[in-house]
């Protein structure tokens, strides 16, 4: 099969290349898929999971990717839940080998039924963005109506997610990014905008919950944000300043066939866009990866056409 490789983190994502790979055969509870369209996050080629399995072994050269939407074709010894032939989408284990090539495999539980009304393309850009905007906002920042909700990167892949759903659920939103995301992060349902880079954040007054994206600075004086018994959930590592009294979480994103559901209903209806950017093939990748321009939206890599 057709796969792009990293093999080394030095390089980043001009050191990938497109090879020819060995098909995956699934392991016991695994299925293997046919992948149509995959996703693709930068930061993940500074994962150590990326290079390495959960032993510590050196795994290069890697097939990097954990986003995707494809075809079930095969099933491993005690696989239930899924057949061959049914359109799939989730996110991969960190550990193994990605989505960027023809075929993956996965174990089956990562993986929620995709309906025959939803793109691949679509499907492929939701698992890391929608599932890390429900964790972080549902399960660990437990949102409710009429609280007030700073979502940092609010155009972006996640922060689009991140402040769609908070409206969803009742609650104002201040999105944040740079200037030139007032327009998209107001289309996406922000009830204001803040320009990190010329408007002080400390105007907003004090919030319930902050969603971090950014961390440093920002993550410092984001928490100085949260009211009492409010919380911070951030997902760029553990958090350096804490709420004076309220919560920090941070967390890794994990994939969940139920909150995948969740997901998928909410494209399906209407209540969520996805926030898609570049659309390549999969011969043209390493370009996509290695724009010339500022990035936008999530990378969509079309494995098959």
């Known amino acids: 099969m057709k796969a792009i490789v990293v093999k080394d983190e030095a390089a980043g994502t001009a050191g990938m290349t497109l090879v020819e790979r060995p098909a995956p055969e699934p392991s016991i509870n695994d299925v293997v898929v046919q992948v149509h369209a995959a996703g693709f996050v930068n930061t993940e080629l500074g994962w150590p999971s990326t290079w390495t399995d959960r032993l510590g072994r ?8 954990h986003e995707m939407a494809g075809v079930v074709t095969a099933l491993g010894y005690g696989t239930t839940g899924l057949s061959v032939g049914q ?5 991969t284990d960190w550990s193994r080998d990605g989505t960027l090539a023809e075929y993956v495999a996965v174990e089956a539980r990562n993986l929620a039924p995709l309906p025959g009304d939803v793109d691949f393309a679509t499907a492929a850009s939701l698992p890391i963005s929608g599932l890390t905007a429900w ?4 399960v660990h920042g437990r949102v409710r109506a009429g609280q007030r909700v700073i979502a940092h990167g609010a155009a972006g892949a996640v922060g689009s997610m991140v402040t769609q759903l908070a409206r969803e659920f009742g609650a ?23 320009d990190l880079d010329s408007e002080p954040l400390e105007n907003v007054g004090e919030v319930d919950l902050v969603f971090d994206l950014i961390g440093g600075d920002i993550g410092k004086r984001s928490a100085r944000r949260v009211r009492a018994g409010g919380t911070l959930v951030s997902i760029v590592g ?3 300043e804490r709420p004076a009294d309220g ?3 941070d967390f890794v994103v994990e994939s969940d066939r139920a909150q995948l559901s969740e997901i998928i209903a909410r494209i399906r209806d209407g209540r969520l866009r996805t926030n898609i950017g570049t659309v390549a093939s999969l011969d043209d990748a390493v370009a996509a990866f290695n724009p010339t321009g500022r990035h936008r939206g999530k990378t969509i890599i079309r494995v098959r056409p």
């Open 172 to 194: 104002y939103v201040i999105g944040t990014g740079r200037a030139a995301d007032r327009d998209a992060a107001l289309d996406f349902g922000a009830n204001e905008f803040v």
């Open 135 to 138: 964790q972080g906002l549902v």
């Open 58 to 65: 050196d795994r290069t050269p890697s097939i990097p990717g």
């Open 87 to 91: 359109r799939v989408f989730g996110l």
């Open 247 to 249: 919560l920090a979480i």
């Open 238 to 240: 553990p958090v350096e």
